[in-house]
């Protein structure tokens, strides 16, 4: 993940639509077929769908696409930063959000305008830099930011921020770990849980109110957490790490997969079925609720950084402009 400085740029602007030249280009026809969003400079470190659809990706130099013909054909929208675009995430169809650097922007048209939203200034912590990674809602009213403060690019602390009005306003809560926060993900508007560095793992049981520091037994970093419900859950990290629980937290426990690749995204699509990207291509697949994965052909030799999954079909995005495509 990268950040760039964004300081200067007005607050507010609205998204201009320039459209790209390229459409979607098919490398392979099997699996995942695996293709390049044109206009991407850099990596892509984020994907969502809304539906079969309209998606949006976002990536380095304040990239951001958006679809709305199922990925055939992408628009680039500038939303006036030159920052990492870190996360994308809508709470629902007209309402969305999404980080950059220190900046969380705000849609409320389904997309098409973006504003700014928060940012988080160095002159509001003694000059050190923010940087934030990931935002999820509970509800329509309560939502939380991940991330990290650096100086000299030395994580120093931990950021959590929430809000408790849709996003209008948000305020520092102060996590139980100093260590860099990456992801967050909640089962219901009570129980999350955020993963992160020096193996943090982090859960609420209260609706955000309180955060409890749970034994991860690891001390690598972890990219990604993903809950189905209240007790089974899993995240992912550095050196082929799969950490899965089936208690809500209480244990973790490690599986053993023989990938020793970083592993930055996990999602689940059932209960028995989901899969794993990383680092060099990877692509893991399990069938059983994660008790064993399967490697799969990625086709490309590309680190991925994110997937999503919108019922049937399965978008990974990452390194210069990587977008693959999955129909199950």
């Known amino acids: 993940m990268t950040s760039q400085n964004n300081h200067g740029l007005p607050a507010c602007l609205v998204a201009l639509l320039i459209l790209l030249a390229t459409p979607f280009t098919t490398l392979a026809q099997q699996g995942w077929v695996a293709g390049k969003v044109p206009s991407a400079t850099g990596d892509l470190n984020t994907v969502f769908f809304l539906d079969s659809k309209r998606g949006w990706v976002g990536g380095d130099n304040g990239f951001l696409g958006r679809t709305d013909d199922g990925g055939r054909n992408w628009v680039r929208q500038n939303i006036g930063t030159s920052a990492a675009i870190n996360d994308i995430y809508f709470r629902d169809k007209e309402d969305g959000f999404l980080i950059a650097g220190n900046t969380i922007f705000v849609t409320h048209d389904n997309g098409m305008q973006w504003t700014e939203a928060r940012r988080f200034p160095p002159s509001e912590f003694d000059g050190a830099t923010v940087e934030l990674y990931s935002v999820r809602f509970s509800s329509k009213k309560k939502g939380w930011v991940v991330g990290s403060v650096s100086r000299r690019d030395q994580v120093i602390d931990s950021i959590l921020v929430y809000t408790d009005n849709e996003g209008e306003t948000w305020q520092r809560q102060r996590a139980p770990a100093r260590s860099e926060l990456i992801h967050i993900d909640f089962d219901n508007d009570r129980r999350g849980w955020i993963v992160g560095a020096e193996g943090t793992i982090m859960n609420t049981v209260d609706g955000g109110q309180t955060w409890n520091r749970q034994t991860s037994g690891t ?9 189905r419900n209240d007790k089974k859950g899993w995240a992912v990290g550095e050196r082929g790490t799969i950490l899965r629980t089936t208690d809500g937290g209480i244990t973790w426990t490690p599986v053993t997969t023989g990938v020793r690749s970083t592993l930055l995204s996990v999602e689940f699509v059932s209960d028995d079925q989901g899969w794993v ?15 064993s994965w399967i490697q799969q052909d990625a086709t490309v030799p590309n680190n991925l950084f994110a ?9 990974a995005v990452g390194s210069k402009g990587v977008i693959l495509r999955y129909e199950r």
């Open 219 to 227: 001390t690598v970093t972890l990219y990604h957490t993903e809950f």
């Open 277 to 291: 990207v990383g680092r060099a291509g990877t692509i893991l697949r399990t069938d059983d609720a994660g008790a």
């Open 307 to 315: 997937l999503h999954f919108n019922k049937k079909i399965g978008w």
